[in-house]
């Protein structure tokens, strides 16, 4: 009958629209998980290790300068591209913008070096 018919038609739409929701509201779930989750122990870790091997490049290794260009490469990172307070505390969303700001760290060794003297001279 048509009137079954209608019945069928409008219970169809009314599990659409639900299917519709759910399916929105998954989405949703994956983008948070995607940018506020905490990066995976693998990224962390590779951050740390480019870190590392920059400030063994900008000092040479070992050097009394390396701790302090260490400082410097997460302060950077920290405060312009983004990097949480802590590495592991940095969102998925921004660990790209961690990696852009490995690349184009640019250090100012003669800046390091005043920080050593400062400190030696307060120690």
Do not use: C
């Amino acid at each position: 009958s048509t009137r079954a018919l209608t019945n069928a038609f409008l219970q169809l739409k009314e599990n659409d629209v639900k299917h519709t929701k759910a399916i929105e509201e998954l989405k949703e779930d994956v983008n948070y998980i995607k940018n506020k989750e905490e990066i995976t122990d693998a990224q962390a870790g590779y951050i740390t290790s480019e870190v590392k091997r920059i400030a063994r490049e900008v000092t040479g290794y070992p050097s009394a300068l390396y701790r302090y260009a260490i400082h410097d490469i997460y302060k950077h990172l920290t405060e312009r591209w983004n990097m949480g307070n802590k590495v592991r505390t940095t969102a998925k969303g921004n660990f790209q913008n961690v990696v852009e700001g490995l690349r184009t760290y640019k250090p100012d060794v003669e800046s390091l070096k005043n920080k050593q003297l400062k400190n030696e001279a307060t120690s």
